[in-house]
T-cell receptor, first 113, second 113 residues
């Protein structure tokens, strides 16, 4: 596609429910990143994919968080048993490779009530 | 380990003032360096980049020079405008177990008319 697309743009969920966030990267981009931006905070790295592999998952805050990427394209970030502290904007970005600029999606604003 | 340190904000300037936002990095090798900007209510977008030492990135009147000797990539603009009010992030790909894109903490800039 023309840009990185994320869905949904907004998600309100009840505490304890599972949520799935989707990212469609720019076609041909092998690198894909997930970040979290909490209110008034900087960008927190979550996970990086090169192709379908995630060489570094160290940014995932707990085992409730997981992510996968299929076909070297679409990625899904799953948060199980959501907590209020999970409320944030989740940003996805992709790049041609890991040494070129990343293009960001508009983000998914997750609110856990 | 590899890291990026960015000048903390917020920064408030009058229109037409000179802007400097400091960014220093600790990196293995000489990665590309980026400045991203996030305007109010919008997603992150690349402002400028430099791919090797002594390169100068420039865009929209902003400039930053890749200084290997001081490991810095300071962002400058000679005359800021109200429309430059945004959050600015310094970033580079970190070489580790995988090349994740690492961001500074962000600097909030407010330009007053």
């Amino acid at each position: 596609g023309a840009g990185v697309s994320q869905s949904p743009s907004n998600k309100v969920t009840e505490k304890g429910k599972d949520v799935e966030l989707r990212c469609d990267p720019i076609s041909g981009h092998t690198a894909l990143y997930w970040y979290r931006q909490s209110l008034g905070q900087g960008l927190e790295f979550l996970i990086y994919f090169q192709g379908n592999s995630a060489p570094d998952k160290s940014g995932l805050p707990s085992d409730r968080f997981s992510a996968e990427r299929t076909g070297g394209s679409v990625s899904t970030l799953t948060i199980q048993r959501t907590q209020q502290e999970d409320s944030a904007v989740y940003l996805c970005a992709s790049s041609v490779n890991s040494n070129t600029e990343a293009f960001f999606g508009q983000g998914t604003r997750l609110t856990v009530v | 380990g590899d890291s990026v340190t960015q000048m903390e904000g917020p920064v408030t300037l009058s229109e037409e003032a000179f802007l400097t936002i400091n960014c220093t990095y600790t990196a293995t090798g000489y990665p590309s360096l980026f400045w991203y900007v996030q305007y109010p209510g919008e997603g992150l977008q690349l402002l400028l980049k430099a791919t090797k030492a002594d390169d100068k990135g420039s865009n929209k009147g902003f400039e930053a020079t890749y200084r290997k000797e001081t490991t810095s990539f300071h962002l400058e603009k000679g005359s800021v405008q109200v429309s430059d009010s945004a959050v600015y992030f310094c970033a580079f790909p970190v070489i580790g177990s995988a090349r994740q894109l690492t961001f500074g903490s962000g600097t909030q800039l407010t330009v007053l008319p």
